[in-house]
T-cell receptor
Framework: SQTIHQWPATLVQPVGSPLSLECTVE??????LYWYRQAAGRGLQLLFYSVGIGQISSEVPQNLSASRPQDRQFILSSKKLLLSDSGFYLC????????????FGPGTRLTVL | SQQGEEDPQALSIQEGENATMNCSYKTSINNLQWYRQNSGRGLVHLILIRSNEREKHSGRLRVTLDTSKKSSSLLITASRAADTASYFC????????????FGAGTRLFVKA
């Protein structure tokens, strides 16, 4: 079975600092990977998805970028964090059943001060 | 705007009671999914119902889908304190592609 790892689990960063969040997947190959952001007490906002190495689709214009340097690695980055970037960031993999069900990692809690 | 909207936003019940959460969506879908999220954790996929299905069961979960009303409901029977969590509906659009759109969720609190 597949496992999704996210690093770090929590992060406190000052405004204007850079960001790098990592997501790695075990137990599957050629995954479709997703980055979501969840504001406190809210639903999930899809940020990026990737169907393969170097292939990134952006869903909303914002201060963030994503990269897929390896098949099972998905990275979320920012050059300069904003206060509004605070939130719970979730990485997910699309299930193999073809129904777009999502399997989530444990998440990274980001607080920008 | 959100594709899926859950109702109610929050629900508090006693252990042993049934909990019903509703979800409405706007566009044509391929399937609808329900997820659970414990506080501070990732989401866990609970159940999927296809657009040509009307009802589906999994243990204490019962999901219905009414495509004419663009709505779904999740029923948790004989609730337990451990069912306390947020529950989200999500839709895979009928236009194909790789996106699953999530609603804002219902926060369920089951009192022991």
């Amino acid at each position: 079975s597949q496992t999704i790892h996210q690093w770090p689990a929590t992060l406190v960063q000052p405004v204007g600092s850079p960001l790098s969040l990592e997501c790695t997947v075990e137990g599957t190959s050629n995954p479709n990977l997703y980055w979501y952001r969840q504001a406190a007490g809210r639903g999930l906002q899809l940020l990026f998805y990737s169907v393969g190495i170097g292939q990134i689709s952006s869903e909303v214009p914002q201060n963030l970028s994503a990269s897929r340097p390896q098949d099972r690695q998905f990275i979320l980055s920012s050059k300069k964090l904003l206060l509004s970037d605070s939130g719970f960031y979730l990485c997910a993999n699309r299930g193999v059943g073809g129904h777009n069900e999502q399997f989530f990692g444990p998440g990274t809690r980001l607080t920008v001060l | 705007s959100q594709q899926g909207e859950e109702d109610p936003q929050a629900l508090s019940i006693q252990e042993g009671e049934n909990a019903t959460m509703n979800c409405s969506y706007k566009t044509s879908i391929n399937n609808l999914q329900w997820y659970r999220q414990n506080s501070g954790r990732g989401l866990v996929h609970l159940i999927l119902i296809r657009s040509n299905e009307r009802e589906k069961h999994s243990g204490r979960l019962r999901v219905t889908l009414d495509t004419s009303k663009k709505s779904s409901s999740l029923l948790i029977t004989a609730s337990r304190a451990a069912d306390t969590a947020s529950y989200f509906c999500a839709t895979a659009l009928n236009t194909g592609g790789f996106k699953t759109i999530f609603g804002a969720g219902t926060r369920l609190f089951v009192k022991a």
